[in-house]
C-alpha cells in the first residue's frame, strides 16, 4: 500500500491546522482529474490515507489540495494549497508536511 500523509502547522502561531479540507486528485494522462480522497485535517493538523496502487496508477500524476478560506476567517490571499506529485513506487509512503499562514506557505518532502 501507498501512503500519502501531512500535518498542517500554522506559522501564525504553532498551532496545528486542524478541520482544513483536503481533497486528493489522481490526474489522467489526458489531464481530467479524479477525485479519490476528501476528508479534514484531524485535531493534530495531519491526514493519512493508504492506496492500493496499480503498475498503471504509478505512470500517474497525484494532486493534494487543502482549502484554506474556512480555516482563515479574516481575509486571505492563499485560498488553495495545491501540491502536484508523483506516486511511482505502489508501497512508499509520501509525507508532504505544510507550514502555512494568510499570505503564504511552505511545504517540503519528509523522508
Request: aromatic share 10%; net charge positive.
Amino acid at each position: 500500500m501507498a501512503i500519502v500523509s501531512s500535518h498542517l502547522l500554522s506559522s501564525t502561531d504553532g498551532s496545528h491546522a486542524s478541520g482544513v479540507r483536503v481533497i486528493i486528485n489522481q490526474i489522467k494522462k489526458n489531464g481530467k482529474r479524479n477525485k479519490i480522497y476528501q476528508s479534514k485535517t484531524d485535531k493534530n493538523g495531519r491526514v493519512y490515507k493508504e492506496f492500493s496502487l496499480s503498475k498503471k496508477d504509478c505512470l500517474l500524476k497525484y494532486e493534494l489540495i487543502f482549502n484554506l478560506e474556512k480555516y482563515y476567517k479574516k481575509k486571505t490571499n492563499v485560498s488553495d494549497i495545491v501540491i502536484k506529485f508523483n506516486m511511482k513506487n505502489p508501497k512508499k509512503k509520501y509525507h508532504i508536511p505544510v507550514i502555512i499562514a494568510p499570505n503564504g506557505y511552505s511545504v517540503w518532502w519528509s523522508k
